[in-house]
C-alpha cells in the first residue's frame, strides 16, 4: 500500500446556531482558506475531492450541490461525494490516493441540524415500513441502549455521568467546543431525565459545523507536514439494521473495524460516541483500556453531523502533528445505535 | 493502479410501478442476477457500493443503512454514493477504485431508484422560502440549453426526434427495458405533443422504478469479463458567469483524462459502443461533442447520417438508454453495466457486433457532474 | 449586521411503499389483529420479518405466527412525546419479545409513569379500531398479563402509506439576504466578486468560481436580455399558470449570469433569442422577500441584442 497521511485540519468553532444556510457554503470557505493557507497550497494543488453531508438534515434535495461553491471548482475538478459522514468521504480519497492517480485529497463534511427537529429527522434512517412510522426518536432509541447496558452490569448513570464530566472538562483547552466547563458527576446526576435513563449531559449537543481533512501521499505529505499523521489501518463495517435482533450492548461493526484497521496500542483515540454511554461501549469494543479519551472533549462538547467523525480523525492527527502521541485513532459512526463504525489508526514517524 | 474488471452484470425489469416488490426486492432482483452471471456468492464479496439520488425521492434517510441486510452488507464495508444524476457512474468508479488500489477483491455495486414511492418532481421542487418557485417542470430546465445547442450547431429539428426513435427501438430489443415501441418513427415522435419546445413528449425519459448492481473483480470469475481501461470524475459549478451549459468544461475535462487513461487517440474509431447518459434526446449530438467524438457543432451530423444506430460507425445506446428506461439513481450505473455487457458479449438482442471497447457515461445536477469509464474485452498492457 | 432573513420551510409528502411479499404478509396480518414472524437461517424468529436474513443474506420464506404478547426486554421514558409518535401522552419506548419468537420489535408501551414499567414487564397489543395494514395498526402495547385479542377476517395489502412531515427553518445567506431586503423596496441588488468581478444576481454565498464570499454591492435595472428559453406546454404538480407560456432566461443589464423568469405578453412563438426585455412588478403592498415581485417579463420594444452580446452567457 501507499504511504498516505493527514497533513492538515481545520473546523469551524461548533455552535448551537449559526446564521448561515444548510448548503454549508459560509462555513466551509473560511476553513478551506485555513487549511490551504496553512499548508501553503491552493485549490488547484488539490488532486481529489471528496464530501459528506446529508439532505434530509439540509430539508431539501441536493444540497451538497451548492457547497461546491464554496471551492471555486472552475477549472472542474475530480469530485464525489457520500451522503454519510464526511470520514467515509475521507476513506474514498484515502482509497483515490492508493490508486496512485492523485498525491493531494481535500475531504470535507458540513451540517447545519439547527434547521430542523433532529430528533424527528433521524427517524428517517429507520426502517421506512415497520420502524419510521412510529417516529422512534434518536433519544429515545439511545434510552433502550443506554437502559440494556445498565441492567447487564456494563456501565451505570454515575460511569456516563463521569464520562459527560470529563467530557466538558477536556473541552475547557478546545476553543470550538460548543460545551465546556468544569461540572461534577454529583451534579450532573441531579438533573432530571429527558429519556429516562438519559439526561441531557448524556446526549451529544445540536450543533452546527464544518470541518476539513488533507491528505497527502508519500513525498508530498513530508513536504507539506513536518509530522504527518501516516494512515497505518483504515476500516469499516456494518451491523445489520435490525435492532431487535442485534445484542445493543455490544458492536460487532466497531470491533471488526478496530482489530482490521490495528487499534492495538494506540495513545489517543477520539471517538464519534453521541450518548456517554456508547463512549463506553466504544472503548470496550475497540480494546482501549486506560488510554486518553477524546481530549478535545469529544461529540459530547460539540456534534457537528456528517462531520464529527470527520472531526474525530482530524482531532487525533493533531495529536500526532504537535508530536503529544505517536499512534492515535480516529473513529466514526453512522446509522442509528452505532450501526455503522469506522476506525482510522495514524502514526507518527521520527 | 492494480487491473480489475467487471465480471457479472444484472438489473431488474424496469417499470413505471414496481409494485410487486419492495426497496430491497428490487435490488436483489438486479444484485441476485449480477452475482449469479459472475458466479460468485456472499462469502465472495469483500466490500459493497450503494448509489441512489436524493434521499427525499425514497423518504429514506440513507438507505443503505436500512438495506445492509439485503444488500448483504453485514460484517463488511459498505459505502453510499451520491452525486445527483451522475450517481450510478459515480458508483462504478469508487468501487472500481476499491479494486484497482489493492485494498479488496470483489465488490458488489448496486444503484436503484423506487420513484414510484414519492413524486420525483415534488422532491426537486420543495418550495424553499425566498427562491422562485420551479415554473417550467422537469425539462424546462434543460430544454432552454437544447434551443442554444440547435442555434449554435445550427441542426435541423428532426435530429432530436431521429435520436428518440433509435432509442425506442433499440429498448424494443432489451428484455429489461421500461419502454419499448418497436414501431416508433421519426414521424410519430415528431407528431407527439411538444412539452416543453423544442422538447417533445417522446423526446424525454420514462420515470421508472429501477436497479442495476455489477461486480467488480482483481481477477475474472468466468471466460468473460470487461476489463475497466479508464475512469474519469469531474465538477464544475451548478451556474457560474460565462458557464456554457451546451458544452460544460467539466464534461470536456473528463472525456480528455478518460481517452488519454484508455490510451484512445480517436474515439470515433476506437471505440465500438457507448452507452450516453441522454435523457432528452438532442443530448445526443450534443454528448457526442462534448465527449470528443465529434467537433463542435458537428455532433448531430454523426446521428443524422445513422452513424449512432446498432451497426452504424459508433452505436449510441444499444440498450434504448435513459430514453428507455430512467431508475434515476440505477440510470448511470446502467450505462456502465450496458458498455460491459457490449465488451463482454452478454448484450443479447441489442449486442453490437464485435465490440471491443466500449464507453459508459453519466452525468448529473445542471450538467455538471460526470462520471465515465471505457471497459474492453482484453486486460489492459 | 442584522440576523439574515429566515422563514419556515415544510417538507411534507405521503409516500406510497409497496411492501413485496414478506412485508406485506406481515402488514395483512397485522390488519386481522395477528402478528408473523419469520425463521431466519440460524432457526431463530424474527418479529418484525426480515425480507434477507442478517447473517447469510438469503431472502427468508419461512413465516411463523406468534403471539401479540410478550416481555419487555429494554425501554425508555419518553416524558414529553414529539410528532407522529403513537402517543400524545408520556410513554414507554420498548424493545418487544412476542411469545414465539427470538428477536424483539420496537412499539410504544402505554405504562402511564415510568415506575410501573420494568424489564422483563409483561406486555399485550393494544389493536388500533380502524386497521389499514400498517405498523400503526397496533396503536401501542400496555401492561398485562392477559391473552391477547383473538384475530379477525380482513383483506390482504400490498401497499403502505407513509405520511412523512418535517419542519425546518430556511435562513437566507449573509449575501442574499440584502438582495432579498432589497427586493422589498423594488430594487434589485446584485454582488460583484471582488476576485474575478463577475456580477451575480441573484449573489451567490461565494463566488462558484472563486470560492470567496462576494463583498460589492451593484444595483441593476430591470431590463435585460433573453438569452434563451422553454416553451411550456405541460402540466406538473404545483404549476402556478396555464400552460402555453414561457420560461425564460434573462440576462439584467449589467450582470454576468442570466436567472430563469417568466415571459409573458408575447405569444409564444414570437420569442427570440436576444429578445430585449423589461420586468412587469407586482403592486407594491403584494411585495415580499422574493423574486416573485417582478410578476413576469415582458418585450421592451427595442431591437433584439446581437448573438454576440450574449453567447458567452449561455
Redesign the interface.
Known amino acids: 500500500?501507499r504511504d498516505v497521511a493527514v497533513v492538515g485540519f481545520a473546523q469551524t468553532p461548533c455552535v448551537r446556531e449559526t446564521?448561515?444556510?444548510?448548503?454549508g457554503?459560509?462555513m466551509l470557505?473560511p476553513i478551506?482558506h485555513e487549511v490551504l493557507g496553512g499548508l501553503g497550497l491552493t485549490?488547484s494543488d488539490i488532486g481529489f475531492?471528496c464530501s459528506g453531508s446529508?439532505?434530509?438534515l439540509?430539508?431539501?434535495?441536493?444540497s451538497?450541490?451548492?457547497a461546491?461553491?464554496?471551492?471555486?471548482?472552475?477549472?472542474?475538478?475530480?469530485?464525489?461525494?457520500?451522503?454519510?459522514d464526511a470520514a467515509?468521504a475521507l476513506?474514498?480519497a484515502w482509497?483515490?490516493l492508493?490508486?496512485?492517480?492523485v498525491d493531494t485529497a481535500l475531504v470535507y463534511g458540513f451540517g447545519k441540524s439547527?434547521?430542523?427537529?433532529l430528533?424527528?429527522?433521524?427517524?428517517?434512517?429507520?426502517?421506512?415500513?415497520?420502524?419510521?412510522?412510529?417516529?422512534?426518536?434518536s433519544?429515545?432509541?439511545?434510552?433502550?441502549?443506554?437502559?440494556?447496558g445498565i441492567?447487564d452490569g456494563l456501565w451505570s448513570e454515575r460511569a456516563m455521568a463521569e464520562v459527560a464530566a470529563r467530557s466538558r472538562a477536556a473541552a475547557m483547552s478546545n476553543p470550538l467546543a460548543q460545551l465546556s466547563g468544569p461540572v461534577s458527576p454529583e451534579d450532573l446526576l441531579d438533573e432530571p431525565?429527558?429519556?429516562?435513563?438519559?439526561r441531557r449531559h448524556d446526549c451529544a449537543p445540536i450543533t452546527d459545523g464544518a470541518s476539513t481533512v488533507v491528505l497527502a501521499a508519500g513525498d508530498r505529505a513530508r513536504e507539506l507536514c513536518e509530522r504527518p499523521a501516516w494512515i497505518t489501518g483504515f476500516?469499516?463495517?456494518?451491523?445489520?439494521?435490525?435492532?431487535?435482533?442485534r445484542d445493543?450492548t455490544a458492536s460487532?461493526?466497531a470491533v471488526?473495524a478496530g482489530k482490521a484497521a490495528g487499534a492495538d496500542g494506540v495513545e489517543v483515540a477520539e471517538l464519534h460516541a453521541p450518548f456517554t454511554h456508547q463512549e463506553l461501549l466504544l472503548s470496550q469494543a475497540l480494546g482501549l483500556g486506560d488510554i486518553t479519551v477524546n481530549p478535545s472533549g469529544g461529540v459530547l462538547a460539540g456534534n457537528p453531523m456528517f462531520t464529527a467523525g470527520l472531526s474525530r480523525i482530524g482531532e487525533a492527527a493533531r495529536r500526532v502533528h504537535d508530536g503529544t502521541a505517536s499512534k492515535v485513532l480516529g473513529h466514526a459512526t453512522?446509522?442509528?445505535l452505532l450501526?455503522?463504525n469506522l476506525v482510522c489508526v495514524m502514526e507518527g514517524r521520527d | 493502479?492494480r487491473p480489475a474488471a467487471v465480471v457479472g452484470t444484472g438489473q431488474t425489469h424496469h417499470a413505471a410501478k414496481r409494485l410487486d416488490v419492495?426497496?430491497a426486492g428490487l435490488c436483489r432482483e438486479a444484485i441476485d442476477r449480477a452475482m449469479a452471471d459472475a458466479g460468485v456468492d456472499w462469502p465472495d464479496i469483500d466490500a459493497v457500493v450503494l448509489g441512489?439520488a436524493?434521499?427525499?425521492?425514497?423518504?429514506?434517510?440513507?438507505?443503505e443503512?436500512?438495506?445492509?441486510?439485503a444488500l448483504g452488507?453485514?460484517?463488511?464495508?459498505?459505502?453510499?454514493?451520491?452525486?445527483?444524476g451522475s450517481v450510478g457512474g459515480?458508483t462504478a468508479?469508487?468501487a472500481a477504485?476499491?479494486v484497482?488500489?489493492?485494498?479488496h477483491k470483489r465488490v458488489l455495486a448496486v444503484a436503484f431508484e423506487k420513484q414510484s414511492e414519492s413524486n420525483a418532481m415534488w422532491?426537486?421542487s420543495?418550495p424553499?422560502p425566498f427562491t422562485m418557485p420551479v415554473h417550467a417542470g422537469a425539462g424546462g430546465y434543460f430544454a432552454p440549453h437544447v434551443r442554444s445547442y440547435i442555434r449554435r450547431a445550427g441542426a435541423p429539428e428532426h435530429v432530436g426526434a431521429m435520436v428518440a426513435a433509435k432509442d425506442r427501438r433499440n429498448g424494443a430489443r432489451n428484455p429489461y427495458a421500461h419502454l419499448k415501441q418497436p414501431d416508433i418513427t421519426v414521424e410519430s415522435v415528431r407528431a407527439s405533443q411538444m412539452l416543453w419546445d423544442p422538447i417533445r413528449y417522446d423526446e424525454t425519459c420514462p420515470s421508472s422504478d429501477g436497479a442495476c448492481a455489477i461486480v467488480i473483480s482483481a481477477e475474472p470469475t468466468s471466460s468473460r469479463a470487461a476489463w475497466i481501461h479508464a475512469t474519469?470524475?469531474?465538477?464544475?459549478?451548478?451556474t457560474?458567469a460565462g458557464r456554457d451549459q451546451v458544452n460544460p468544461?467539466?464534461g470536456q475535462?473528463?472525456a480528455r483524462a478518460l481517452w488519454k487513461q484508455a490510451g484512445i487517440t480517436d474515439p470515433l474509431s476506437e471505440v465500438d459502443a457507448t452507452e450516453i447518459y441522454v435523457p432528452f434526446s438532442w443530448f445526443e449530438p450534443m454528448w457526442l461533442e462534448n465527449l470528443g467524438f465529434t467537433e463542435i457543432g458537428q455532433g448531430w451530423k454523426l446521428t443524422e447520417a445513422g452513424e449512432t444506430e446498432i451497426g452504424g460507425r459508433l452505436p449510441v445506446n444499444p440498450s434504448g438508454g435513459v430514453l428507455s428506461s430512467n431508475p434515476i439513481g440505477a440510470s448511470g450505473l446502467l450505462r456502465f453495466a450496458e458498455a460491459a455487457m457490449q465488451v463482454m458479449g452478454t448484450a443479447g438482442d441489442h449486442q453490437v457486433d464485435g465490440a471491443r471497447r466500449a464507453l459508459g457515461h453519466a452525468y448529473g445536477?445542471g450538467s455538471?457532474?460526470f462520471a465515465m469509464w471505457v471497459v474492453g474485452s482484453e486486460k489492459p498492457a | 449586521m442584522p440576523?439574515?432573513l429566515s422563514a419556515p420551510?415544510d417538507?411534507g409528502f405521503d409516500?406510497t411503499?409497496s411492501?413485496g411479499p414478506t412485508?406485506g404478509r406481515?402488514?395483512s396480518d397485522l390488519r386481522r389483529r395477528k402478528v408473523t414472524g419469520i425463521r431466519?437461517a440460524d432457526g431463530?424468529v424474527?418479529?418484525?420479518p426480515?425480507e434477507y436474513d442478517?447473517v447469510t443474506a438469503q431472502r427468508l420464506t419461512e413465516f411463523v405466527d406468534v403471539a401479540s404478547t410478550g416481555v419487555v426486554?429494554?425501554?425508555?421514558?419518553?416524558?414529553e412525546p414529539?410528532?407522529?409518535?403513537?402517543l400524545d401522552r408520556p410513554f414507554a419506548?420498548?424493545?418487544i419479545q412476542l411469545d414465539g419468537a427470538d428477536?424483539?420489535?420496537?412499539?410504544?408501551v402505554d405504562a402511564g409513569s415510568?415506575d410501573r414499567i420494568s424489564?422483563g414487564a409483561r406486555v399485550r397489543v393494544r389493536w388500533r379500531g380502524d386497521r389499514v395494514g400498517?405498523?400503526?395498526d397496533i396503536e401501542c402495547f400496555e401492561l398485562s398479563d392477559g391473552p391477547g385479542d383473538e384475530p379477525v377476517e380482513a383483506d390482504d395489502v400490498t401497499m403502505?402509506t407513509?405520511p412523512?412531515h418535517?419542519?425546518?427553518?430556511?435562513?437566507?445567506?449573509?449575501t442574499?439576504d440584502p438582495f432579498l431586503r432589497g427586493l422589498m423596496e423594488g430594487r434589485l441588488l446584485a454582488q460583484r466578486c471582488p476576485a474575478c468581478e463577475k456580477v451575480y444576481f441573484p449573489p451567490?454565498?461565494?463566488?462558484?468560481?472563486?470560492?470567496?464570499?462576494t463583498t460589492d454591492a451593484v444595483e441593476l435595472s430591470d431590463r435585460g436580455t433573453i438569452t434563451t428559453f422553454c416553451v411550456v406546454n405541460v402540466p406538473f404538480l404545483g404549476q402556478r399558470i396555464p400552460p402555453p407560456y414561457v420560461s425564460a432566461y434573462v440576462l439584467l443589464d449589467g450582470a454576468d449570469i442570466p436567472f430563469l423568469h417568466l415571459l409573458l405578453g408575447v405569444a409564444p412563438e414570437d420569442v427570440r433569442m436576444g429578445m430585449r426585455v423589461e420586468a412587469v412588478w407586482k403592486p407594491r403592498e403584494e411585495w415580499g422577500p422574493t423574486m416573485q415581485n417582478i410578476d413576469h417579463f415582458k418585450p421592451s420594444g427595442e431591437p433584439d441584442a446581437p448573438f454576440d452580446s450574449y453567447s458567452q452567457h449561455l
Request: one cysteine or more; glycine letters at 8%; charged letters at 15%.
Open positions: 500500500m446564521d448561515g444556510t444548510t448548503n457554503v459560509e470557505v478551506f485549490k475531492w446529508s439532505d434530509y439540509a430539508g431539501r434535495a441536493f451538497f450541490v451548492s461546491v461553491d464554496a471551492i471555486g471548482a472552475f477549472p472542474p475538478i475530480m469530485e464525489s461525494h457520500v451522503e454519510m467515509w476513506y474514498e482509497v483515490k492508493q490508486c496512485g492517480e439547527s434547521a430542523g427537529q430528533r424527528r429527522v433521524m427517524a428517517m434512517q429507520l426502517d421506512p415500513y415497520v420502524v419510521t412510522p412510529l417516529w422512534p426518536d433519544l429515545g432509541l439511545a434510552g433502550i441502549q443506554a437502559r440494556m441492567e431525565y429527558v429519556a429516562d435513563p438519559l476500516e469499516h463495517r456494518v451491523d445489520s439494521p435490525s435492532f431487535g435482533t445493543l460487532p461493526s471488526a453512522s446509522g442509528p450501526q455503522q | 493502479m419492495s426497496m441512489k436524493p434521499d427525499l425521492f425514497e423518504g429514506v434517510m440513507m438507505p443503512l436500512f438495506l445492509a441486510d452488507a453485514v460484517g463488511k464495508p459498505l459505502l453510499r454514493v451520491h452525486t445527483a459515480t468508479n469508487v477504485s476499491l484497482q488500489a489493492g485494498v422532491a426537486l420543495v424553499t474519469a470524475l469531474r465538477t464544475e459549478p451548478t457560474f468544461r467539466a475535462d473528463a445536477g455538471q457532474f | 440576523r439574515p420551510l417538507v409516500y411503499r411492501t412485508l406481515f402488514l431466519g431463530r424474527h418479529v418484525p426480515l442478517p426486554r429494554g425501554w425508555s421514558w419518553i416524558p414529539l410528532e407522529g409518535q403513537p419506548w420498548a424493545l428477536t424483539s420489535l420496537l412499539h410504544a415510568p424489564t400498517a405498523i400503526t403502505v407513509t412523512v418535517l419542519h425546518y427553518t430556511h435562513t437566507a445567506s449573509p442574499e451567490r454565498p461565494a463566488c462558484p468560481t472563486d470560492g470567496v464570499p
